[in-house]
Structures are given as C-alpha cells and as structure tokens.
C-alpha cells in the first residue's frame, strides 16, 4: 500500500483545545480506515512542524480525502508528502537510462 509523510501544524483553534489532542488523533486514525488506509506512526516535533505523521492509504485519492477530512474539522494544517519506500526507490532509480 502506498506510504505518505503528513506534516502537520495545529491551527489556533488546535492549539487553544490542545488537551483535546489525543482525541483528535483517536478520531484520525479512524478517519484513515474510513479510507481504507491506516495512521501507522505519531510523532509530536518541535520546530517548524508540530507533528508528524506515518500513513498508508489505498491510493492518492483516499490520500487527500483523510488529509482534507482532517483540515475540514478546522484543528490542525497538513502537507502530505507521497513516500517510496527503499525497494520503490531502488527500483525506480535503477529503472534511469
């Protein structure tokens, strides 16, 4: 299944209901197998990201509907990141000319 990177920043309402956050993430991972896919990893950070977070998904598409589900509840801001795993990444750069 396909591996995505999610970097997120909670908004100023995320940040004002922060010891609502492990619920929050509760419902995420749960708004990743409504899509098919799983939240594999969390990880708090400190610096330009408050959180990092480890998927897998079916496709593209169940990507970006997780991620949009979780900005629409109005807690958090994401980038996703497509992810190739080593083999993917071996395989695609000894597919180069």
Known sequence: MPAYIVLGSWTQKGIEN?????????????VF??????????????????????????????????????????GVRTETLKAFSEAEYRKIIGSLP
């Open 33 to 74: 197998e409504a899509q098919g896919g799983k939240l594999t990893a969390f990880y708090m950070t400190m610096g330009q990201y408050d959180f990092v977070v480890l998927s897998e998904c079916p496709n593209d598409e169940s990507a970006a509907k997780a991620a949009l589900s979780l900005g629409a509840a109005g």
């Open 18 to 30: 922060i010891k609502q956050s492990p619920t929050r993430l509760d419902a995420a991972k749960k």
